[in-house]
């Protein structure tokens, strides 16, 4: 398997982890009487500010998918991961360090640390764009 179909298949386990991890703790709500089954807002707003925060992550996930996921799946589907290879760990990387860094804290160097490792995913995701269009 290339380092590309690795890295793809590690990015939807990141985002599915985050999603399970949120739904054990709504699960514990619920069964501990907490909030009922029904108490749930999508944003988890009615909740903890780490459950705010783990919302906000998966969705930041989920909604990167189509642009680094999609640029993954083009270079396989075209066999020119060779393109994306490179660089694909380093976009997990900052993946997981823009979620890690969502769920630690919101305070100002938090959110300016995180939205480097957001800005790291961009300059990726532009240079593959790039690439696999010229090619």
Known sequence: MSTSAVV????ISWTLFLLVL?????SWLVTSRQVPANGFQPDNGNLSPFMQRLARA???CVEGFPIFGGLLIVALVTDRAAITDPLAPWLMLAR?????????????????????????QLGIAGYWAWALLAR
């Open 96 to 120: 997981v360090l823009q979620s890690s860094i969502h769920l630690a804290s919101l305070s100002e160097f938090a959110v300016t640390a995180r939205f480097t490792a957001f800005a790291a």
């Open 58 to 60: 998966h969705a930041n």
């Open 22 to 26: 949120m739904e054990l703790r709504r």
């Open 8 to 11: 793809l298949t590690l990015f």
